[in-house]
């Protein structure tokens, strides 16, 4: 009692009892890890069906996926998106680029003979 003297009794009703504190640090604990392993299998599947890496280079980033879960996904992210220009991203211009045009395959003019 002597401890508490000098908290007014405003204080010492917002203070946890020390377990209900662990508690609440397991449990954010325990949702951290699972969310992180959740997400680490979730990606784990999505890159096993990926078709850039083959054999040990593939391996090894399936490794580091667990290993170093958060910052190898968003690493492999960033490298595998996909860039303006690639076959992932249609032409919104034209979707046909190559059309007739009737000169032929030397881009000669047809003769009037």
């Known amino acids: ?3 508490l003297a000098g908290v007014s009794t405003s204080q010492r009703q917002f203070e946890m009892h020390p377990t209900a504190t662990m ?7 325990t949702f951290l890890i699972t969310s992180s392993l959740i997400y680490s299998f979730i990606y784990t599947i999505k890159f096993r ?4 890496f083959t054999g040990n280079v593939k391996t090894f980033h399936l490794l580091m996926i667990w ?10 992210k960033s490298v ?3 860039t303006p220009g ?3 991203f249609p032409d919104k211009k034209n979707p046909s680029t190559f059309t007739e ?3 032929g395959m030397w881009a ?3 003769s009037n003979d």
């Open 67 to 76: 290993l170093v879960p958060f910052i190898w996904i968003f690493m492999l």
């Open 1 to 3: 009692l002597t401890a």
């Open 23 to 29: 508690a609440i640090k397991y449990l954010i604990l």
């Open 49 to 52: 069906k990926t078709k850039l």
């Open 86 to 88: 690639s076959h992932e």
């Open 101 to 103: 045009s009737g000169l």
């Open 80 to 82: 595998t998106k996909s």
């Open 108 to 110: 000669d003019p047809p």
